[in-house]
Protein backbone atom coordinates (compact mmCIF):
# COMPACT_ATOMS: atom_id res chain seq x y z
CA UNK A 1 0.00 0.00 0.00
CA UNK A 2 1.43 3.39 -1.03
CA UNK A 3 1.29 5.90 1.36
CA UNK A 4 -1.02 8.01 0.72
CA UNK A 5 -3.71 5.02 0.69
CA UNK A 6 -2.55 4.46 4.22
CA UNK A 7 -3.48 7.95 5.43
CA UNK A 8 -6.06 7.42 3.30
CA UNK A 9 -7.33 4.32 5.64
CA UNK A 10 -6.21 6.41 8.99
CA UNK A 11 -9.07 9.19 7.86
CA UNK A 12 -12.01 6.58 6.51
CA UNK A 13 -11.67 5.10 10.23
CA UNK A 14 -11.51 8.62 11.79
CA UNK A 15 -14.49 9.53 9.67
CA UNK A 16 -16.28 6.52 10.48
CA UNK A 17 -15.42 6.54 14.56
CA UNK A 18 -17.22 10.39 14.49
CA UNK A 19 -13.98 11.56 15.52
CA UNK A 20 -14.60 15.11 13.25
CA UNK A 21 -17.95 15.37 14.71
CA UNK A 22 -17.00 17.99 16.84
CA UNK A 23 -13.85 19.57 15.59
CA UNK A 24 -12.95 20.81 12.47
CA UNK A 25 -11.55 18.69 9.75
CA UNK A 26 -7.71 19.49 9.26
CA UNK A 27 -6.37 21.57 6.21
CA UNK A 28 -4.14 19.66 4.44
CA UNK A 29 -1.05 21.16 5.55
CA UNK A 30 -1.85 20.31 8.85
CA UNK A 31 -3.03 17.04 8.17
CA UNK A 32 0.81 16.09 6.70
CA UNK A 33 2.48 17.53 9.81
CA UNK A 34 0.28 15.65 12.38
CA UNK A 35 0.63 12.34 10.09
CA UNK A 36 4.07 12.73 9.04
CA UNK A 37 3.74 12.73 5.51
CA UNK A 38 4.50 15.41 2.89
CA UNK A 39 1.48 17.84 1.72
CA UNK A 40 1.31 16.45 -1.65
CA UNK A 41 0.87 13.08 0.01
CA UNK A 42 -1.99 14.21 2.55
CA UNK A 43 -3.14 16.26 -0.99
CA UNK A 44 -3.98 13.32 -2.68
CA UNK A 45 -5.68 11.31 0.37
CA UNK A 46 -7.62 13.81 0.89
CA UNK A 47 -9.24 13.86 -2.93
CA UNK A 48 -9.28 10.13 -2.78
CA UNK A 49 -11.86 10.47 -0.24
CA UNK A 50 -13.66 13.71 -1.87
CA UNK A 51 -13.29 11.05 -4.22
CA UNK A 52 -15.16 8.48 -2.45
CA UNK A 53 -17.88 10.66 -1.21
CA UNK A 54 -16.60 10.75 2.53
CA UNK A 55 -15.38 14.18 2.20
CA UNK A 56 -16.83 17.33 0.23
CA UNK A 57 -15.56 20.74 -0.36
CA UNK A 58 -17.52 23.43 1.61
CA UNK A 59 -17.05 27.14 2.28
CA UNK A 60 -13.76 28.46 0.54
CA UNK A 61 -12.96 25.10 -0.98
CA UNK A 62 -12.13 23.62 2.41
CA UNK A 63 -12.79 19.49 2.57
CA UNK A 64 -15.31 18.65 5.50
CA UNK A 65 -17.34 15.20 6.16
CA UNK A 66 -19.64 14.92 3.83
CA UNK A 67 -23.60 16.10 4.78
CA UNK A 68 -23.10 19.47 4.66
CA UNK A 69 -20.28 22.12 6.23
CA UNK A 70 -20.30 20.45 9.82
CA UNK A 71 -20.07 16.44 11.00
CA UNK A 72 -21.00 13.97 8.86
CA UNK A 73 -24.00 13.21 11.16
CA UNK A 74 -25.26 14.61 14.26
CA UNK A 75 -23.40 12.95 17.24
CA UNK A 76 -23.52 13.03 21.29
CA UNK A 77 -21.32 14.35 23.20
CA UNK A 78 -20.07 13.52 27.21
CA UNK A 79 -18.17 16.99 28.42
CA UNK A 80 -16.91 16.06 31.99
CA UNK A 81 -14.60 18.34 34.07
CA UNK A 82 -11.45 16.53 35.48
CA UNK A 83 -9.60 13.82 35.03
CA UNK A 84 -11.21 10.09 34.28
CA UNK A 85 -12.13 8.24 37.38
CA UNK A 86 -13.91 4.46 37.54
CA UNK A 87 -17.20 6.26 38.26
CA UNK A 88 -16.69 8.96 34.79
CA UNK A 89 -15.56 5.46 32.89
CA UNK A 90 -18.77 3.58 33.73
CA UNK A 91 -21.05 6.86 33.04
CA UNK A 92 -19.35 6.90 29.35
CA UNK A 93 -19.74 3.39 28.61
CA UNK A 94 -23.22 3.52 30.01
CA UNK A 95 -23.93 6.87 27.82
CA UNK A 96 -22.16 5.52 24.78
CA UNK A 97 -24.86 2.65 24.90
CA UNK A 98 -27.80 4.69 25.31
CA UNK A 99 -26.29 6.91 22.08
CA UNK A 100 -25.67 3.53 20.09
CA UNK A 101 -29.53 2.93 20.80
CA UNK A 102 -30.56 5.75 18.88
CA UNK A 103 -28.20 5.60 16.51
CA UNK A 104 -26.18 8.25 17.19
CA UNK A 105 -22.20 8.31 17.74
CA UNK A 106 -21.00 9.50 21.29
CA UNK A 107 -18.30 11.41 22.00
CA UNK A 108 -16.05 11.94 25.29
CA UNK A 109 -14.55 15.60 26.17
CA UNK A 110 -12.55 16.95 29.09
CA UNK A 111 -13.10 19.97 29.97
CA UNK A 112 -10.88 21.97 33.16
CA UNK A 113 -13.06 25.58 33.51
CA UNK A 114 -15.72 26.89 32.88
CA UNK A 115 -14.14 29.22 30.21
CA UNK A 116 -12.37 26.28 28.85
CA UNK A 117 -12.73 26.39 24.76
CA UNK A 118 -13.52 22.95 25.02
CA UNK A 119 -17.12 23.58 26.60
CA UNK A 120 -17.75 26.65 23.68
CA UNK A 121 -16.69 24.43 21.05
CA UNK A 122 -18.18 20.65 22.49
CA UNK A 123 -21.92 22.55 22.74
CA UNK A 124 -21.86 24.55 19.33
CA UNK A 125 -20.79 21.00 17.63
CA UNK A 126 -23.01 18.72 19.15
CA UNK A 127 -26.49 17.50 18.84
CA UNK A 128 -26.17 17.07 22.87
CA UNK A 129 -24.05 16.94 25.62
CA UNK A 130 -24.07 15.10 28.56
CA UNK A 131 -22.38 17.72 31.07
CA UNK A 132 -20.79 16.45 34.48
CA UNK A 133 -20.14 20.01 35.53
CA UNK A 134 -17.18 21.09 38.18
CA UNK A 135 -18.07 21.94 42.09
CA UNK A 136 -17.81 25.75 40.98
CA UNK A 137 -20.41 27.48 39.97
CA UNK A 138 -20.82 28.38 36.36
CA UNK A 139 -19.33 31.81 35.72
CA UNK A 140 -21.94 34.28 34.20
CA UNK A 141 -20.46 33.99 30.46
CA UNK A 142 -20.60 29.99 31.10
CA UNK A 143 -24.08 30.38 32.54
CA UNK A 144 -25.54 32.81 29.54
CA UNK A 145 -23.81 30.43 26.80
CA UNK A 146 -25.75 27.33 28.65
CA UNK A 147 -28.63 29.20 29.10
CA UNK A 148 -28.69 30.06 25.08
CA UNK A 149 -27.49 27.32 23.90
CA UNK A 150 -29.23 25.44 21.12
CA UNK A 151 -28.10 22.12 21.81
CA UNK A 152 -29.92 20.10 23.98
CA UNK A 153 -27.76 19.90 26.97
CA UNK A 154 -28.79 17.27 30.63
CA UNK A 155 -26.48 18.04 33.53
CA UNK A 156 -25.51 15.32 35.64
CA UNK A 157 -25.46 15.83 39.43
CA UNK A 158 -26.05 19.78 40.34
CA UNK A 159 -29.27 21.68 39.55
CA UNK A 160 -29.28 23.60 36.57
CA UNK A 161 -33.24 24.21 36.80
CA UNK A 162 -32.53 28.08 36.70
CA UNK A 163 -30.85 27.95 33.60
CA UNK A 164 -33.47 26.01 32.08
CA UNK A 165 -31.67 22.94 31.78
CA UNK A 166 -32.84 19.08 32.30
CA UNK A 167 -30.74 17.20 34.63
CA UNK A 168 -30.12 13.48 36.33
CA UNK A 169 -29.68 13.32 40.16
CA UNK A 170 -27.57 9.97 39.56
CA UNK A 171 -26.68 9.37 43.49
CA UNK A 172 -29.39 11.37 45.83
CA UNK A 173 -28.59 11.77 49.43
CA UNK A 174 -30.90 9.79 50.11
CA UNK A 175 -28.45 6.55 49.56
CA UNK A 176 -26.80 8.40 52.71
CA UNK A 177 -29.80 7.42 54.74
CA UNK A 178 -30.02 3.70 53.59
CA UNK A 179 -26.55 3.34 54.41
CA UNK A 180 -26.76 4.61 58.05
CA UNK A 181 -30.24 2.96 58.44
CA UNK A 182 -28.26 -0.41 57.81
CA UNK A 183 -26.03 -0.19 60.06
CA UNK A 184 -27.99 0.79 63.16
CA UNK A 185 -30.34 -2.10 61.81
CA UNK A 186 -27.09 -4.47 61.97
CA UNK A 187 -27.34 -3.05 66.06
CA UNK A 188 -24.31 -0.47 65.64
CA UNK A 189 -24.82 2.68 68.11
CA UNK A 190 -21.61 4.11 67.74
CA UNK A 191 -21.21 5.15 64.02
CA UNK A 192 -18.60 6.87 61.52
CA UNK A 193 -18.83 8.78 59.14
CA UNK A 194 -15.81 9.86 57.04
CA UNK A 195 -14.93 12.06 53.89
CA UNK A 196 -11.63 12.99 52.67
CA UNK A 197 -12.50 14.19 49.24
CA UNK A 198 -12.69 17.96 47.57
CA UNK A 199 -16.18 19.28 48.24
CA UNK A 200 -18.24 19.30 45.18
CA UNK A 201 -21.77 19.75 44.56
CA UNK A 202 -22.43 15.25 45.58
CA UNK A 203 -20.19 15.87 48.74
CA UNK A 204 -22.07 19.14 49.95
CA UNK A 205 -25.62 17.11 49.73
CA UNK A 206 -24.07 14.10 51.24
CA UNK A 207 -23.02 15.85 54.38
CA UNK A 208 -26.18 18.41 54.32
CA UNK A 209 -27.92 14.71 54.61
CA UNK A 210 -25.80 13.09 57.19
CA UNK A 211 -26.19 16.21 59.81
CA UNK A 212 -29.83 15.83 58.80
CA UNK A 213 -29.94 11.82 59.55
CA UNK A 214 -27.41 12.56 62.82
CA UNK A 215 -30.16 15.48 64.31
CA UNK A 216 -33.21 13.01 63.99
CA UNK A 217 -31.23 9.79 65.52
CA UNK A 218 -30.39 11.59 68.99
CA UNK A 219 -29.76 8.64 70.66
CA UNK A 220 -26.74 7.04 68.65
CA UNK A 221 -22.94 8.09 68.76
CA UNK A 222 -21.89 9.73 65.51
CA UNK A 223 -18.62 11.16 64.68
CA UNK A 224 -18.08 12.97 61.65
CA UNK A 225 -14.72 13.22 60.22
CA UNK A 226 -14.79 15.38 57.05
CA UNK A 227 -11.20 16.27 55.95
CA UNK A 228 -11.26 16.83 52.34
CA UNK A 229 -7.90 17.54 50.43
CA UNK A 230 -6.55 19.51 48.22
CA UNK A 231 -8.00 19.67 44.16
CA UNK A 232 -6.02 17.52 42.35
CA UNK A 233 -5.06 15.00 45.63
CA UNK A 234 -5.07 11.57 45.33
CA UNK A 235 -7.64 10.40 48.09
CA UNK A 236 -7.04 6.84 48.24
CA UNK A 237 -3.33 7.31 50.60
CA UNK A 238 -5.28 10.27 52.39
CA UNK A 239 -8.30 7.97 53.44
CA UNK A 240 -5.83 5.17 54.66
CA UNK A 241 -4.48 7.59 56.84
CA UNK A 242 -7.35 9.23 58.13
CA UNK A 243 -8.97 6.01 58.72
CA UNK A 244 -5.76 4.44 61.02
CA UNK A 245 -5.69 8.21 63.11
CA UNK A 246 -9.73 7.46 63.81
CA UNK A 247 -9.65 3.68 64.57
CA UNK A 248 -6.57 4.29 66.91
CA UNK A 249 -8.97 5.87 69.14
CA UNK A 250 -9.94 2.82 71.72
CA UNK A 251 -13.17 4.69 72.09
CA UNK A 252 -13.53 3.86 67.89
CA UNK A 253 -16.59 3.12 66.32
CA UNK A 254 -17.15 -0.33 65.47
CA UNK A 255 -19.02 0.68 61.93
CA UNK A 256 -18.43 3.63 59.75
CA UNK A 257 -20.46 5.02 56.85
CA UNK A 258 -17.37 5.77 53.70
CA UNK A 259 -18.82 9.00 51.77
CA UNK A 260 -16.85 7.78 48.58
CA UNK A 261 -15.05 4.55 47.52
CA UNK A 262 -11.83 5.36 48.73
CA UNK A 263 -13.11 6.47 51.84
CA UNK A 264 -14.96 3.36 52.15
CA UNK A 265 -11.34 1.21 51.16
CA UNK A 266 -9.11 3.13 53.02
CA UNK A 267 -11.44 2.54 56.05
CA UNK A 268 -10.72 -1.28 55.32
CA UNK A 269 -7.06 -0.67 54.77
CA UNK A 270 -7.06 1.47 58.19
CA UNK A 271 -8.75 -1.39 60.15
CA UNK A 272 -6.40 -4.17 58.90
CA UNK A 273 -3.09 -1.96 59.52
CA UNK A 274 -4.10 -1.79 63.10
CA UNK A 275 -5.31 -4.97 63.82
CA UNK A 276 -9.17 -3.54 63.91
CA UNK A 277 -11.46 -6.61 63.69
CA UNK A 278 -15.02 -6.82 62.79
CA UNK A 279 -15.54 -3.10 61.03
CA UNK A 280 -18.41 -2.89 59.13
CA UNK A 281 -18.12 -0.57 56.70
CA UNK A 282 -20.19 0.68 54.18
CA UNK A 283 -19.54 3.26 50.86
CA UNK A 284 -21.54 5.15 49.02
CA UNK A 285 -21.41 4.66 45.18
CA UNK A 286 -19.03 1.16 44.86
CA UNK A 287 -18.81 2.08 41.30
CA UNK A 288 -18.57 -1.65 39.99
CA UNK A 289 -15.60 -2.18 42.16
CA UNK A 290 -17.01 -3.06 45.51
CA UNK A 291 -18.29 -7.01 44.77
CA UNK A 292 -14.52 -7.57 43.66
CA UNK A 293 -12.99 -6.44 46.79
CA UNK A 294 -11.73 -9.08 49.62
CA UNK A 295 -13.76 -8.57 51.58
CA UNK A 296 -16.71 -7.68 49.94
CA UNK A 297 -17.92 -3.88 50.53
CA UNK A 298 -20.86 -3.14 51.63
CA UNK A 299 -22.09 -0.17 49.19
CA UNK A 300 -25.55 2.19 47.97
CA UNK A 301 -25.78 1.38 44.26
CA UNK A 302 -26.91 3.58 41.55
CA UNK A 303 -30.56 2.18 40.42
CA UNK A 304 -31.85 3.33 37.34
CA UNK A 305 -29.21 5.16 35.29
CA UNK A 306 -29.42 3.47 32.84
CA UNK A 307 -32.64 4.25 32.19
CA UNK A 308 -32.56 7.98 32.97
CA UNK A 309 -29.46 8.24 30.18
CA UNK A 310 -31.54 6.45 27.37
CA UNK A 311 -34.40 9.15 28.14
CA UNK A 312 -31.57 11.93 27.45
CA UNK A 313 -30.08 10.57 24.51
CA UNK A 314 -34.15 10.19 22.87
CA UNK A 315 -34.51 13.50 23.91
CA UNK A 316 -31.19 14.98 22.23
CA UNK A 317 -32.06 12.74 18.99
CA UNK A 318 -35.04 14.94 18.86
CA UNK A 319 -37.64 13.07 21.22
CA UNK A 320 -39.76 14.30 23.56
CA UNK A 321 -38.93 14.55 27.90
CA UNK A 322 -41.19 12.89 29.29
CA UNK A 323 -41.26 13.40 33.46
CA UNK A 324 -39.89 15.96 35.35
CA UNK A 325 -37.45 18.19 34.06
CA UNK A 326 -34.87 16.26 36.73
CA UNK A 327 -35.22 12.66 36.61
CA UNK A 328 -34.01 11.25 40.16
CA UNK A 329 -32.24 7.87 40.16
CA UNK A 330 -33.16 5.66 42.88
CA UNK A 331 -30.27 4.36 45.53
CA UNK A 332 -30.08 0.84 46.41
CA UNK A 333 -28.33 -1.06 49.16
CA UNK A 334 -25.87 -4.10 48.06
CA UNK A 335 -25.39 -5.76 51.30
CA UNK A 336 -21.88 -7.90 50.99
CA UNK A 337 -19.33 -9.01 53.55
CA UNK A 338 -18.44 -5.73 55.54
CA UNK A 339 -21.95 -5.95 57.03
CA UNK A 340 -21.40 -7.24 60.17
CA UNK A 341 -22.95 -7.07 63.57
CA UNK A 342 -21.29 -5.55 66.52
Known amino acids: MVKYERLAEILRQRLAA ?24 ARKAVLQLLAEGLLVRCGRGRA ?3 G ?32 AAVGLPCRSQRFFHWDDPVLVETLSRSAGTLLLPPAEDPTPGAAAMLHESRTRVVVVGPDFGPLGLHGIDHLPPAGVRLGLD ?15 QPHCHDMRARL ?13 EVAVADRPV ?5 TVP ?11 DPGRASAALGLTLPMAMGLLRGAADLGVHGLAVVAIDGEDLADELVPALSAVEIGGLEEALA ?12 GPARLRCTPRLAVRETSSPP
Open 18 to 41: GDYALRPFPAERDLAAELGASYLT
Open 64 to 66: VPA
Open 68 to 99: GCGSARPTLALLAHGWPTRGLLRLERAFAAAA
Open 182 to 196: HLVALGHRRLLVANV
Open 208 to 220: AEVQAWVRAHPGL
Open 230 to 234: ASGTD
Open 238 to 248: AARALARALLA
Open 311 to 322: MAAGWMAGGAWS
